[in-house]
């Protein structure tokens, strides 16, 4: 073929200084190219569109940087690809049967690209990426195959120009290169060489991804062979030698059929490396593996380029591997990994650790669902880390519920992510993400590690050696200096697991034997979404109606509650009967209120109330009849009349046993252990009044709803602020004003309890400075209200069974006295809530205190109905003590509250009755309640609630058993175990050695490039210098990637990888001397068609997860 520009070579004239000769290659052609081709038959403008494209992919890699920017980020990729095939298949290369061909393998790649992405899900996307991987690597191996089999592809054309002295002009000569030594090899050795490189790490990287694949889905497992290292080298050298015997055996070469069988064996040899390669390494590794195997696709890739000598082809691939090292050496450092002991298998080599691990001491303690719904129910931060075992269970979507559940009640609920949690990069934010959980919640290791000790509760999900604190504490463990998610500093953590075996590494963790620690075993799907439905059942704090539970009717634009009306029932399953309560003049409270009643109604209960019952607190006749209730005008007749009496205090005809409460029901708030209770009880029995003591119902789990104890203490405890505000008469918040300035109330708190810290809510929510103590330590408790924990200095353990007080020592009451003393003096309002159940109130405040308090202070004593936490407390009485301390004895807080005490009781009285009722059977009616309690009398059932609460029955005193103590409330985080003296390790990324260090790689380097001058190689200099501004490009483009986006960017990556698609379409066109369709054709549609497949698949899936995105309002 002629030299389409031999016209342009002119004589040159040489300057006059100008002397010896000059030997220089002008432009590389290959002779019976494809379509009679040139290097210059195209023009420059292919050029500039592989720089359009190059950039393009620049900024693909740049959006990933930043979630909102990601979307971008896909488009300029997919632009970038389109411009670049486009560009070669307009180019010079693809003629005749390479039109159409191209697209005949292109055309169901995409297709088949675009149904594996349409079809995997998020959490098959390891094996996906792995599946790209496999296909990057195979086309630059079959490219490579087949170059070697077009027998054209070792002739190349150069032209020299050489200096003639004397006269100072350039003479043209032409060279040929036939593949042989004998004509040089100048610039095929370089094609050569990395054709074969293309070819053995294509096939590296496609089998070894496939296995990868397998082992992600579990269908093989770890197997290293006999002197494995030993294999590994046969293996390996002898790929090297058969290409070399391909490339070097006179008579072979290119085009051969002898050449091209040795080469087929290297392919089958690197094939079988790349499989013993991943064969051997360990399950916590593989997130280590499928990031190298995707810098095996990418230097394929880069060496295709080499082969082609296509500058874009160099740039994508070094981008592609440059992600791949990049991300290998962030799981590395995340698991303090030294990335040869990754390479080399086997979790724990070349790590910290290397003798026993630290003993464990404790147990693992179960928790149930009804424990873990309360705990999460009254948190406010709750903090969820997700493991693999979220995704194996495929629980995304039940956990991302249980967020929209929590947040909905005001709970702040996060995510820490773990780099190495899942099976791949960033793998947990694209789960949560397609389970549309807000990306800004989502938050990496060391962004939210430093909240975990100031977060309420943390639900460990499937995950093991993340948050295994050995890793910091334990230097002789495996995965010691190993950074992990600190959540042992929180102040509870949940962990689901399906049992009770060690993570993939094999370390056992310290985490699970924890005292603020429990286990909460089953399958993350199943535990997830019974935790849903448990908490869903719970009423948010603060008394808050479910939203379930609130009806409107909408008429135009304005909202209105529905009014219904209901008649009683005509055939009740149990008759209740509300009266007036009678014990106390100031008591305004009443048993049931309209709202409760109308939800009895609904189920078979007829209600009869006295009129005028509920006046006091604010409920009139017409609200009870509109519920379903019968309004009886005489007390007697509601007695008469009703099966069960409900009321809040004992009626009078219960205090004076009245025959006309002969064998009824009466539910009241009794306190069968104190006293007075005690004789109300043993009167009633013997006149044959049956009893109900709603204050002895067990403080555990599934009693919760029903408890009216915790329910009115809150309102006391609310109440109580108020009434020392209206005392005290000055300021609770800090003030200044035209009148000067005014500093906050000092409010003093003992007795944390629910009354103590539903006061500590209200003081410090008027502005007051509120410090609080209680026996038990429950600071967490007090500084998450927003109070400061005070103490005292002598150390007692002051929780009694199931985490309740207990009378404390005479040398402790001696101590804290003291300090009590103190913090009178400084405060303005002292409120005193503690009790013991059972036992007179503990006396906390003596008169030698008040002498010593400011003028004007004031003291709320809730412990007044026990006797007073104050010495000098009177009984239901207000007075001031020695004109200047208002002391508050009064026993009516819940009652000045009498609307909210109503409802909450009347709630509790709802819950009681529906508990009793399913008591034996989960379908039991109201008919079943008077049945139960009496079944749970005979022993023919057994029933905690029932056993306990039942004071007297068929003329006797019902002395129950003791009640089961309550889980204590959640313990303070333990504190870590002393540090080991020996200092843990950090594992060097590649090796400390001094042949790994960065100044000996530079060493190298600069000898290399000293032998490529050498070479005198222009084109190869021209790609090695593409080559690194590529590499540092790509690096500083990957490293500035979101770590939630890592798995898009691999993704991506791996679509640009099917960059490789341009040298199978240079090939499609190529043909034999027949002209027909030759091998390397064939071979170039299959490379086309993998490729496609790769670009297709890639850039869709990308997109799919990309849509997943989504932040907090979008």
């Not at 600071?779 to 002051?798: A, H, L, N, P």
Request: a negative charge; proline letters at 5%.
């Amino acid at each position: 073929m002629s030299d389409p520009r031999s016209e342009l070579f002119k004589p040159l004239p040489l300057g006059s200084n100008s002397q010896g000769e000059i030997g220089l290659g002008y432009y590389v052609s290959q002779p019976n190219q494809t379509c009679n081709a040139t290097p210059w038959s195209t023009g420059p403008w292919i050029d500039c569109a592989y720089t359009v494209a190059a950039m393009l992919f620049i900024m693909s890699l740049k959006g990933l940087s930043d979630q909102k920017t990601a979307n971008w980020g896909c488009y300029y990729g997919i632009m970038g690809m389109t411009i670049a095939i486009v560009a070669a298949y307009f180019s010079a290369y693809v003629c005749d049967a390479g039109s159409w061909l191209t697209w005949a393998a292109m055309a169901p790649g995409i297709i088949v690209g675009l149904v594996m992405a349409v079809k995997v899900t998020m959490i098959q996307m390891p094996q996906l990426v792995g599946l790209l991987n496999a296909f990057g690597g195979l086309a630059s191996a079959v490219e490579a195959i087949g170059m070697f089999a077009d027998e054209n592809a070792k002739d190349k054309k150069y032209i020299e120009f050489t200096r003639q002295s004397p006269s100072n002009y350039l003479s043209m000569n032409t060279r040929y290169e036939d593949g042989t030594w004998e004509t040089s090899k100048k610039y095929s050795i370089i094609q050569s060489a990395a054709l074969h490189l293309a070819l053995i790490i294509g096939s590296i990287t496609f089998f070894g991804s496939l296995l990868a694949c397998l082992k992600l889905m579990g269908k093989v497992g770890n197997y290293v062979p006999p002197a494995r290292n030993v294999v590994n080298f046969i293996l390996l050298g002898g790929s090297i030698a058969c290409c070399a015997v391909a490339e070097e055996v006179k008579g072979w070469g290119y085009g051969s059929t002898e050449g091209l069988i040795f080469v087929l064996i290297a392919f089958v040899l690197s094939a079988l490396w790349g499989v013993l390669f991943v064969y051997a390494i360990g399950g916590a590794d593989m997130p280590v593996v499928i990031c190298i195997l995707n810098t095996g696709s990418g230097a394929a890739g880069v060496f295709a380029g080499f082969m082609m000598g296509n500058k874009l082809l160099v740039i994508t691939g070094t981008f592609v591997a440059s992600s791949g090292a990049i991300l290998s050496a962030l799981m590395c450092i995340a698991m303090n990994r030294n990335l040869i002991s990754v390479l080399s298998g086997g979790f724990g080599a070349g790590m910290s650790g290397g003798g026993q691990q630290q003993a464990i001491e404790g147990e693992m303690v179960e928790t149930s669902t009804p424990d873990v719904a309360n705990l999460f129910n009254t948190a406010k931060n709750i903090i969820i880390v997700p493991g693999y075992g979220m995704a194996a269970g495929k629980a995304q979507h039940k956990v991302a519920e249980l967020t929209t559940l929590l947040r909905g009640r005001g709970v702040n609920v996060r995510f820490a992510i773990h780099p190495v949690a899942g099976r791949l990069p960033g793998h947990m934010n694209v789960l949560l993400a397609e389970a549309r959980v807000p990306y800004d919640i989502v938050l990496s290791m060391d962004e939210i590690n430093q909240d975990f000790p100031n977060t309420d509760a943390v639900l460990v999900l499937g995950a093991n050696d993340i948050v295994n604190p050995a890793a910091e504490e334990d230097p002789n463990c495996s995965i010691a200096g190993m950074p992990v998610l600190q959540v042992w500093k929180a102040k509870t953590t949940i962990v689901v697991k399906r049992g009770k075996g060690s993570g993939y590494s094999g370390v056992e963790n310290p985490l699970f034997f924890r005292e603020n620690n429990r286990m909460y075993y089953g399958n993350a799907m199943k535990q997830m979404d019974e935790l849903c439905q448990a908490i869903g059942k719970l009423d948010p704090p603060g008394g808050a109606k479910k939203a379930e539970e609130t009806v409107i009717a909408v008429e135009s634009d304005v909202k209105v509650e529905e009014v219904e009306t209901l008649t009683p029932p005509e055939n009740p399953g149990l008759v209740l009967g509300v009266v007036a309560e009678d014990s106390e003049a100031y008591e305004k409270r009443v048993g049931l209120v309209p709202s409760i009643v109308t939800k009895l109604t609904k189920l078979n209960y007829k209600t009869v109330v006295q009129s005028g019952c509920g006046m006091k607190a604010g409920y009139s006749d017409k609200e009870y009849l509109a519920a379903g209730a019968q309004v009886l005008a005489e007390r007697a007749e509601v007695i008469a009349a009703c099966t069960m009496l409900i009321s809040v205090t004992p009626p009078s005809e219960l205090s004076t046993a009245s025959e006309s409460l002969k064998d009824k029901w009466v539910v009241s708030w009794v306190g069968k252990l104190l006293p007075d209770g005690k004789v109300l009880v043993e009167a009633a029995a013997k006149a044959g009044i049956n009893v109900i003591d709603v204050t002895a119902v067990p403080r555990i789990t599934i009693a919760q709803k029903l408890d009216v104890l915790s329910s009115q203490a809150k309102i006391a405890g609310n109440r109580a602020v108020i009434e020392a505000a209206i005392l005290f008469g000055k300021f609770m918040s800090p003030e200044i004003t035209a009148a000067g300035k005014f500093p906050p109330a000092k409010v003093l708190i003992l007795g944390a309890g629910v009354a103590g810290l539903a006061a500590i809510g209200t003081a410090v929510a008027l502005g007051a400075e509120v410090r609080a103590w209680d026996v038990r330590d429950v600071s967490d408790q007090v500084e998450s209200m927003g109070g400061k924990w005070i103490t005292v200095d002598f150390k007692e353990e002051g929780a009694g069974a199931g985490g309740y007080a207990r009378e404390s020592s005479a040398a402790f009451q001696d101590a804290q006295k003291q300090t009590f003393a103190k913090h009178c003096r400084e405060c303005d309002i002292v409120l005193t809530t503690a009790a013991i159940p059972g036992r007179p109130s503990p006396k906390l405040i003596e008169g030698w205190m008040l002498d010593n308090m400011r003028p004007g202070s004031v003291i709320i004593d809730l412990g007044a109905v026990g006797g007073g936490n104050c010495t000098e407390t009177k009984k239901g009485e207000v007075f001031v003590y020695d004109n200047k301390v208002t002391i508050c004895g009064e026993l009516d807080f819940p009652s000045k509250m009498a609307r909210q005490a109503s409802e909450m009781y009347a709630n509790n009285m709802l819950n009681l009755l529906e508990h009793v009722a399913k008591a034996k059977d989960a379908s039991g009616t109201s008919s079943a309640v008077v049945e139960n309690l009496v079944a749970n009398q005979k022993k023919e059932i057994e029933e905690v609630v029932c056993t306990q609460i039942v004071a007297a029955y068929n003329g006797e005193v019902i002395n129950a058993p003791p009640p089961p103590m309550p889980s204590p409330p959640p313990p303070k985080p333990a504190a870590a175990p002393a540090k080991s003296e020996q200092k843990i390790a950090k594992a060097s990324l590649v090796s400390d050695s001094v042949l790994m260090s960065t100044q000996f790689f530079m060493f190298c380097f600069a000898v290399m490039m000293l032998g490529v001058a050498f070479l005198d190689n222009e084109i190869l200099i021209q790609l090695m210098m593409v080559f690194m501004l590529a590499a540092w490009v790509g690096y500083m483009l990957v490293y500035g990637v979101h770590p939630a986006l890592h798995t898009p960017l691999m993704s991506v990556s791996n679509a640009i990888s099917g960059q490789v698609i341009l040298g199978g379409i240079f090939m499609v066109s190529s043909e034999n001397k027949d002209g027909d369709i030759n091998a390397t054709a064939l071979l170039g549609a299959f490379a086309v068609f993998i490729a496609a497949m790769n670009v297709a698949g890639g850039f869709a899936v990308t997109f799919k997860m990309l849509q997943m995105f989504k932040k907090e309002k979008e």
